[in-house]
């Protein structure tokens, strides 16, 4: 009886905790506002607060706007345009910038991030125009999230932990190829729920699942 309640004891938290957000969930609404901002730059012809003789518009605040995606649901602040209005590209393209932005976050954890990767996925977006400085300081900055994000101290305790994988198809090497990302979770001494690691697996065997926990412990 007592192993019984312990048995939903746990179940109810692991649910409880399975809806907190998450890192990739986190980058892919990173991602979703810098694109939109450089969609509204090119719109208005000139960044956020910035003098321009060449203005076209001007912003009036933002909008709250649902975005849901097969990594979870997520909560936008459009932009507002004055003249003309902006309709962002997840609106537009829904199914085509979701699965274009979704894979730039999973090669972020799996390859690394590069300049040609934002102006492919600037492209895919529907974004004709973006400035090499934009490109550089999103990828410089969503490397450096990647790596924020893996270098962090974990704590010294997890009497909880799981695994759940993703299978999804990844450039790698110039190729396409199915690949399954190992996402770690734990709940800490505090009963807080914690995404631990976001990690590739090319296959799955006992020298893989070792490599990843000896990770952890690092």
């Known amino acids: 009886m007592a192993y019984h309640k312990n048995t939903v004891n746990l179940e109810k938290m692991l649910l409880k905790f399975l809806g907190e957000p998450d890192p990739m969930l986190s980058m892919l609404e990173w991602l979703c506002h810098k ?66 932005l979704i894979q730039v976050v999973q090669e972020a954890f799996i390859n690394g991030v590069s300049t040609r990767k934002i102006e492919r996925l600037a492209r895919s977006l529907g974004i004709e125009s973006i400035s090499p400085s934009q490109v550089s300081q999103i990828n410089k900055e969503l490397t450096q999230q990647v790596e924020e994000f893996r270098n962090r101290p974990l704590a010294d305790t997890y009497p909880v932990i799981w695994i759940d994988a993703l299978y999804e198809k990844i450039r790698d090497n110039h190729r396409v190829c199915n690949m399954a990302v190992h996402v770690v979770c734990g709940v800490n001494l505090e009963g807080k729920r914690e995404v631990l690691a976001v990690e590739p697996m090319y296959e799955e065997s006992e020298a893989s699942y070792t490599a990843l926990f000896t990770g952890l412990k690092k």
């Not at 208005?44 to 060449?54: I, R, T, V, Y």
């Not at 004055?82 to 309709?87: A, C, D, M, P, T």
């Open 35 to 100: 694109m939109m901002e450089v969609e509204v730059e090119n719109k208005l012809n000139a960044g956020k607060g910035e003098h321009s003789p060449n203005r076209t518009g001007y912003r009036s605040g933002t909008r709250v706007r649902r975005f849901d995606t097969r990594m979870g649901t997520i909560y936008l602040l459009i932009p507002k345009v004055r003249k003309g209005g902006y309709v962002p590209f997840f609106v537009t393209e829904k199914k085509r910038s979701e699965q274009a």
